[in-house]
């Protein structure tokens, strides 16, 4: 069975310094992996995706995430925050098998301070 | 080129009414999602289309939510009759099918959601 699990529920991190937002999974197959953001009032918008090609992946807004099967993790990053990164960001975990099976985390806002 | 839209953005109504819930997606996606958020609770599946036919439903929560797809374009959400429980984000995507892969890699398309107040 697919599961995930964001490990935090807020974030808050000063402009100019990193964000770590954490994510593990747990599935029975080769997952695919997904992190949507959501400003507020506009609908989910793909960050990046995962599916078994590089475990390093370049998202757009200078986000990255790591895909690391030994820990079952998939931890966001970005070297810098902006204060319009502030939102709120979703991993996303499919497995591709037989029907069609998307799991949700339950969110993470990020709160960016001046 | 246009998103995904939905329709209302928001709607309040009262335990024991209809209303119906309408998604376009973005042109030639023959792919097709519904999903609900609860307030403080994960974003839930509620069901997929291909063009015009449900390939899943499962996420479906009673016999009380009802989702058509007539033509493979449009689709509407019907609830009815509502009860309170049923408040929430109703969310809709949309994803192309593209050859040789499977569609849960596909990137999805949200629409900014309808707010449904049950009171």
């Known amino acids: 069975a697919q599961s995930v699990t964001q490990l935090d529920s807020h974030v808050s991190v000063s402009e100019g310094t990193p964000v770590l937002l954490r994510c593990n999974y747990s599935?029975?197959?080769?997952?695919?992996l997904f992190w949507y953001v959501q400003h507020p009032n506009k609908g989910l918008q793909l960050l990046l995706k995962?599916?078994?090609?590089?475990?390093l992946v370049k998202g757009i807004n200078g986000f990255e995430a790591e895909f690391k099967k030994s820990e079952t993790s998939f931890h966001l990053t970005k070297p810098s925050a902006h204060m319009s990164d502030a939102a709120e960001y979703f991993c996303?975990?499919?497995?591709?098998?037989?029907?069609?099976?998307?799991?949700f985390g339950a969110g993470t806002r990020l709160f960016v301070k001046a | 080129e246009a998103g995904v839209t939905q329709f209302p953005s928001h709607s309040v109504i009262e335990k024991g009414q209809t209303v119906t819930l309408r998604c376009d997606p973005i042109?030639?996606?023959?792919?097709l999602y519904w999903y609900r958020r609860v307030m403080g609770k994960e974003i839930k599946f509620l069901l997929h289309?291909?063009?015009?036919?449900?390939?899943?439903e499962s996420g479906m929560p009673n016999n009380r939510f009802l989702a058509e797809r007539t033509g493979g374009t449009y689709s509407t959400l019907k609830v009815q009759p509502a009860e309170l429980e049923d408040s929430g984000v109703y969310f809709c995507?949309?994803?192309?099918?593209?050859?040789?892969?499977?569609?849960?890699?596909?990137?999805?398309?949200f629409g900014p959601g309808t707010r449904l107040t049950v009171l």
């Open positions: 995507a949309s994803s192309q099918i593209l050859p040789g892969a499977h569609y849960s890699y596909n990137e999805q398309f």
């Open positions: 599935s029975s197959y080769s997952p695919s």
């Open positions: 995962y599916t078994s090609a590089a475990t």
């Open positions: 996303v975990v499919s497995d591709g098998t037989g029907g069609f099976k998307t799991i």
């Open positions: 042109s030639g996606h023959d792919n």
């Open positions: 289309f291909v063009k015009e036919s449900k390939q899943d």
